[in-house]
C-alpha cells in the first residue's frame, strides 16, 4: 500500500493564479481530510469527508473548495491565491469498517508559497 | 481558550534523560486521545494513543485525566532519534475529528 500521496510537494504560486492539490489513499478509508499548517502553529482543518460524494467545512475554509467523487481522491482546490495561503497543506484519512479507528493517516505534504 | 493546548517548548534534554510533557483539553465530549510526533518538514505520525488507564510503549508513557481534562507523555531513556515536535491530539466526538494542539520542540543532546 502507498497510504497517502499527495501532489505536488512545492508550489509556487503568484497571487490571483488557481491550482489544485491532489490527495489519494488507497486504505479504503472512508474519511479523508485536508489540512493547512503554518510555521510554529498546529493544524487546522479546511475541509473533510466522510464518504465518497459528501464533503463539510473544518475550521478555515474560506478561499478552498474540495470534492470527493471517489472514495481515493480527496482534491483540494485554491482559487485565487492569496499570499495568507502560504503554508504546508496535509492531507490524511482515517477509518475503515475493518479499523474502526480514529488514527489519521498523513500524506508527506505540500508547500506552497504564494508570491 | 484553545481547544488543547501545549507547552511549546522547546525542551533541550541531554541523551538518557526522562521528559514529560503535558497537554490540556477544553472539550469534555472528547472521546479519543493521541500523540503524533512530527519530525522538521515532514507529516505527522502517530506515536500512541491514550487509554483512561495509561498505557506504555517502551519508553514511553501516556497518562489521560478525564476529570482535570489533562494528558500527558513521558520518555524515558532519551535518545537522539527522539528529537522532534510531539503533538498532543483530541477526538472532537463527531466526524471522527481531530483538534492538534501546536506541539511541544523536543531537542536530545549528545
Known amino acids: 500500500n502507498a497510504g497517502v500521496t499527495q501532489t505536488p510537494k512545492f508550489r509556487i504560486l503568484k497571487i490571483g493564479q488557481s491550482m489544485t492539490l491532489q490527495c489519494a489513499q488507497d486504505m479504503n478509508h472512508n474519511y479523508m481530510y485536508w489540512y493547512r499548517q503554518d510555521p510554529g502553529m498546529g493544524l487546522k482543518l479546511i475541509y473533510y469527508s466522510v464518504g465518497a460524494g459528501i464533503t463539510d467545512k473544518g475550521e478555515v475554509p474560506n478561499g478552498y473548495n474540495v470534492s470527493r467523487s471517489t472514495t481515493e481522491d480527496f482534491p483540494l482546490r485554491l482559487e485565487l491565491a492569496a499570499p495568507s495561503q502560504t503554508s504546508v497543506y496535509f492531507c490524511a484519512s482515517s477509518y475503515s469498517e475493518t479499523s474502526g479507528t480514529d488514527t489519521q493517516y498523513f500524506g508527506p505534504g505540500t508547500r506552497l508559497t504564494v508570491l | 481558550r484553545k481547544e488543547v493546548e501545549q507547552d511549546p517548548g522547546p525542551f533541550n534534554v541531554p541523551e538518557g534523560a526522562t521528559v514529560a510533557f503535558n497537554c490540556t483539553y477544553s472539550?469534555?465530549?472528547?472521546?479519543?486521545f493521541f500523540w503524533y510526533r512530527q519530525d522538521c518538514r515532514k507529516e505527522p505520525k502517530l506515536l500512541m494513543s491514550?487509554?483512561?488507564s495509561g498505557n506504555e510503549d517502551g519508553r514511553f508513557t501516556a497518562q489521560l485525566n478525564r476529570a482535570s481534562q489533562y494528558i500527558s507523555l513521558l520518555i524515558r531513556d532519551s535518545k537522539l532519534s527522539d528529537s522532534a515536535t510531539y503533538l498532543c491530539?483530541?477526538?472532537?466526538?463527531?466526524?471522527?475529528?481531530?483538534?492538534f494542539g501546536s506541539g511541544t520542540q523536543l531537542t536530545v543532546l549528545p
Open positions: 472539550n469534555s465530549a472528547s472521546q479519543s
Open positions: 491514550v487509554y483512561s
Open positions: 491530539v483530541v477526538n472532537r466526538g463527531s466526524a471522527r475529528q481531530l483538534t
